[in-house]
């Protein structure tokens, strides 16, 4: 856990990417509006309550929004999939989701933009976990068990079918059973699944307080420093609101940087949205946050989602990110 110490601080880093590269148009350059001429005064923003969104809650502590005449309303969601709905419905504005379930939508007709990058991972920040008297010792021992993870044909399902396969198994080895984040470690402890695939703070709150043991990195050689979470909002949403948009990049985009040079900011704000203690937070292993939205390196995503059959046909990533280079 520890090597990852210095990737920690820049988790934060990579939400300064989406404010910078989300919306790519003028507005997103000018200066603060202090709210004039503002779409929407009032947004509400969905997140995971994990490290990635760290910065959205920075960015209402400090009153980043509210410099800009935003009011920012965050929400708890389990999955980007989930979320897709509430974006739908206008239940969310904007929200914290997965690449994978992200790009799915996308190669299915759902009229659905990226903004922003938001995290990538690193190792040890995504791992199968067992508890500690599980008779689990490999990848391979998961023929025919359970593997528990928070959202089906996602991020989660894609990188535990990577780390399979390298074992000589399939997705069709294992039965995939949805469960939220807060809810894997019970559940693993009640036999309900024999693995779950988990993220921090997760990680370190089960192996501190129940012994859990890793089973597997899920992000390693395939799926190695593999982009993980964006903030994602509808086509229509985009275009009736781009000075909304682009006041939520600019303050975002603040607290990421913020963050990015400073990890005691995200270990301050984790215990406002996540059930982590101050001394779990300030040991958990963090990923890194991009500070930039790059087509390249999110192609990656979608070419192994392809591999995986996940997408029928190659899907052109920079037909659905804004702001994108490369």
């Given at each position: 856990m520890t090597r990852t110490v210095r990737a920690?601080?820049?988790?934060?880093?990579?939400?300064?990417?989406?404010?910078?590269?989300?919306?790519?148009?003028?507005?997103?350059?000018?200066?603060?509006?202090?709210?004039k001429g503002l779409e929407k005064t009032t947004i509400k923003v969905g997140a995971?309550?994990?490290?990635?969104?760290?910065?959205?809650?920075?960015?209402?502590?400090?009153?980043?929004?509210?410099?800009?005449?935003?009011?920012?309303?965050?929400?708890?969601?389990?999955?980007?999939a989930?979320?897709?709905?509430?974006?739908?419905n206008g239940a969310l504005d904007i929200s914290h989701t997965n690449y994978v379930s992200t790009f799915l939508a996308a190669s299915k007709g759902e009229k659905i933009k990226v903004v922003g990058d938001v995290y990538q991972a690193a190792p040890n920040t995504f791992n199968l976990m067992v508890t500690k008297d599980s008779p689990l010792n490999s990848v391979a021992d998961l023929k025919g068990k359970t593997v528990?993870?928070?959202?089906?044909?996602?991020?989660?399902?894609?990188t535990v079918?990577?780390?399979?396969?390298?074992?000589?198994?399939?997705?069709?080895?294992?039965?995939?059973?949805?469960?939220?984040?807060?809810?894997m470690a019970n559940a693993l402890s009640t036999g309900q699944g024999d693995a779950?695939?988990?993220?921090?703070?997760?990680?370190?709150?089960?192996?501190?307080?129940?012994?859990?043991?890793?089973l597997a990195d899920t992000m390693s050689g395939q799926t190695a420093d593999l982009p993980i979470a964006a903030w994602m909002a509808t086509d229509e949403w985009v275009q009736k609101n781009p000075k909304t948009l682009a006041a939520f990049q600019r303050a975002i985009a603040k607290a990421q940087q913020l963050v990015a040079n400073d990890r005691k900011e995200v270990e301050a704000v984790l215990g406002q949205y996540t059930k982590i203690d101050a001394k779990t937070a300030s040991v958990i292993t963090l990923g890194t946050f991009p500070t930039s939205l790059n087509a390249t390196r999110l192609q990656r995503v979608a070419d192994l989602m392809l591999e995986y059959k996940y997408i029928e046909s190659p899907l052109d990533v920079k037909t659905i990110l804004v702001g994108a280079s490369g």
């Open positions: 920690r601080a820049l988790v934060l880093g990579i939400a300064a990417a989406l404010t910078l590269a989300a919306c790519g148009g003028s507005d997103t350059a000018s200066a603060p509006s202090g709210g995971l309550p994990i490290p990635d969104p760290a910065a959205l809650y920075i960015a209402n502590a400090k009153g980043f929004f509210k410099a800009e005449g935003l009011t920012v309303e965050p929400v708890l969601i389990q999955g980007g989930a979320a897709l709905p509430q974006i739908k528990l993870v928070n959202t089906l044909k996602n991020i989660g399902t894609l079918e990577a780390t399979l396969k390298v074992a000589g198994l399939t997705k069709d080895d294992v039965k995939f059973v949805e469960k939220p984040f807060p809810d779950a695939w988990m993220t921090e703070p997760f990680i370190t709150a089960t192996q501190s307080q129940s012994g859990f043991r890793k």
